[in-house]
């Protein structure tokens, strides 16, 4: 939008900004950009018979991170965080595009910023191929274009009555580091120091699962990768698929750090949590051998956590003594 620029542009110019941190000079462009940053659109050529995948995801300083967080992690997970939408579809990232309001043109931060971006981006080979750039509040707002086979994007309504619940990885550590973060007393006391480290890398450099999506694509049924908690996320599938879900709390895979809270503070973490990027998905029982495969060839670990029910939007929570008791789902939300 020409009359915002350049009066609106952090100091330096827009161009040479964009030149310095996000325009990546002699690296062969990959196969399916034929056209990248620099033009009116980036053009990308699909790859016949695939359909794409998009997903957009916004980060606001004050709202999903704090004004000091280092920016190196910020780039990593503003890109992270879309990946992991796409690895929830079953689809392979091709390309993304990067939207930034930033305060001031600091070049320590961007330079920070974007080599978190990169790294991330290089390990999945998802180039960025555009953007645009403009002062104000920082805010980072990142579109990952994907493809995936029709028959293997895994949607919210495709679980059904009799299928296993899985989820990958260890939930609830993210919301345990922003508690510690926050000087929560419970989470503070419970917490050696020793644990901080690597529960804080949990919260702020989330593995976006993608070899997995697409290794339980046309396999595995309903899928969304977790953000806002584990309740207030399945809920969303049983919502979509219109049936219920029954969880077994012993199963529920967790870390020492969590292991080792009371547990009014382990509920809170492993189904109230957020941010842990996670994939939840349901699957047919006489898949189990299929699912352990993908887990395998993905070097992801996965546990089976429950099974879906014919009960709509019925969700019972198995305790170690064996009784059940229905749990609500909440999940944040932003408008609550
Ligand atoms: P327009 O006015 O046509 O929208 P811009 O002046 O906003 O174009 O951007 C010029 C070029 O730089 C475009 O190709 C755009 O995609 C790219 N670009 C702008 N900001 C960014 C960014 N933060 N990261 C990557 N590419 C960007
Ligand atoms: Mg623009």
Not at 88 to 104: C, E, I, N, Q
């Amino acid at each position: 939008m020409n009359t915002t620029r350049p009066a609106d542009a952090p100091g330096g110019g827009e161009f040479d900004l964009i030149a310095r941190h996000f325009q990546r000079q002699g690296r062969p462009a990959p196969a399916q950009v034929a056209l990248g940053i620099g033009d009116d659109c980036a053009l990308l050529v699909p790859t016949p018979g695939r359909q794409m995948a998009i997903s957009t995801d916004m980060l606001v300083e004050g709202r999903h991170f704090f004004p000091d967080a280092d920016p190196n992690a910020l780039g990593h997970k503003a890109l992270a965080v879309n990946l992991s939408d796409l690895a929830a579809m079953g689809a392979t990232p091709r390309g993304f595009t990067l939207a930034l309001a930033l305060p001031s043109a600091d070049d320590t931060w961007l330079g920070a910023f974007a080599s978190g971006l990169f790294a991330l981006a290089d390990a999945h080979q998802c180039p960025l191929i555009g953007g645009d750039t403009t002062r104000g509040p920082l805010n980072l707002c990142i579109t990952v274009f994907g493809e995936v086979p029709p028959a293997a994007a895994m949607r919210r309504q495709a679980a059904r009555p009799g299928d296993d619940v899985y989820v990958s990885g260890l939930l609830g550590e993210a919301r345990l580091a922003l508690e510690i973060r926050r000087q929560t007393e419970w989470a503070c006391v419970h917490t050696p120091e020793a644990d901080r480290p690597d529960l804080m890398q949990r919260l702020d450099r989330p593995k976006p699962r993608v070899a997995l999506g697409r290794a339980l694509g046309g396999i595995a049924h309903a899928a969304l990768d977790l953000s806002d908690g584990l309740v207030g996320d399945l809920t969303h599938i049983l919502r979509a698929s219109g049936v219920g879900a029954i969880l077994d709390w012993a199963s529920l895979p967790r870390a020492a750090a969590i292991a080792r809270l009371p547990e009014t503070h382990q509920h809170t973490c492993l189904l109230h949590g957020g941010d842990d990027y996670e994939l939840l998905f349901t699957a047919p029982a006489n898949q189990r051998q299929t699912i352990e495969r993908a887990a395998h060839t993905s070097q992801t670990p996965v546990h089976r956590i429950g099974h879906i029910t014919d009960t709509a939007l019925d969700l019972q929570l198995v305790d170690a003594h064996g009784i059940s008791r229905a749990i609500v789902g909440h999940g944040y939300d932003h408008f609550a």
